[in-house]
């Protein structure tokens, strides 16, 4: 009986010393400036400090709101991997929308200046090379919804980085990839059941893709809508009456996907 029970506190003692390791890691968080043609760009640059050395970083390129909690959470949770990440802004100075209007504004007007796009992406590139944390050799970039197109358009246009996912994002292409243009490897995670992607721009999108002999991967979520990785979806939808639910079975497994396709591509 004795040793049954020293072997049992052995056992508790392991478990609470694993659980002080993952609660000591030392994630630290502060927001960040940088500049793209003359604009403030307000982001949030994240990372274990108790990691030694260089190591892989993330881009997070934000949802149609703007650079807000919840592309900084995913940022920390990227950190909690390992990683570097950077939460970009798009929109200049940390705008945020409030309004699905002004939300729409704010989009379209980086869509439609798809050179300002660009330059604000490489901008934050080039910020998060710099950061003595990071192997500037891998780097990848993730984006939800508007995010998943900006990223998505920048594997089209030749960015030179391991890899891009998009989240629930945006298909079209502001200007379709060339042949052998692309070299970024390409994970989308989609719902399946998204109203504001229609099949067309799906089959589009992988005719577009095997036209430019890109590396890419479309995994789709049956019965999942819009913005099903982030947990505000269904405030969003009651308050303004969009066709959004967050799907935490959905969310899991994606961050799962996410996980698997960043270990391949920075092992390689």
Not at 255 to 262: A, D, P, Q, S
């Amino acid at each position: 009986m004795e040793r049954i029970v020293i072997s049992l506190v052995i056992i508790t003692l392991a478990f609470v010393i694993k659980g002080q390791a993952s609660a000591n890691t030392n994630i630290v968080g502060n927001a960040v400036d940088y500049s793209s043609q003359g604009v403030v760009m307000k982001g949030y640059l994240v990372y274990d400090e108790d990691i030694k050395g260089r190591r892989p970083g993330v881009l997070v390129v934000h949802e149609w709101w703007g650079h807000n909690e919840y592309a900084r959470k995913r940022a920390r949770m990227l950190a909690e991997l390992g990683y570097t990440a950077l939460a970009v802004d798009m929109y200049g100075d940390g705008r945020q929308a409030m309004h699905p209007d002004e939300a729409g504004k704010f989009s379209s007007e980086i869509i439609k200046n798809f050179d300002t796009a660009k330059a604000r992406v490489l901008a934050a590139l080039d910020f998060l090379n710099e950061q003595p944390t990071v192997d500037s050799n891998r780097i990848a970039a993730i984006g939800y919804c508007f995010g998943g197109g900006i990223v998505l358009n920048m594997a089209r246009q030749g960015v030179d980085i391991k890899g891009i996912a998009s989240f629930h994002g945006s298909l079209t292409a502001i200007k379709p990839a060339q042949a052998s243009a692309v070299k970024a490897k390409i994970l989308v995670l989609h719902g399946a059941d998204d109203k504001f992607i229609t099949q067309e721009q799906i089959a589009a999108f992988k005719q577009e893709m095997k036209t430019a002999g890109a590396d890419y991967q479309f995994i789709s979520y049956p019965g999942v809508i819009h913005s099903f990785t982030n947990p505000d979806a269904d405030t969003y939808a009651k308050k303004f009456n969009l066709p959004l639910a967050y799907n935490a079975d959905a969310d899991r497994k994606s961050w799962e996907e996410l996980k698997k396709f960043f270990n391949t591509i920075f092992k390689e």
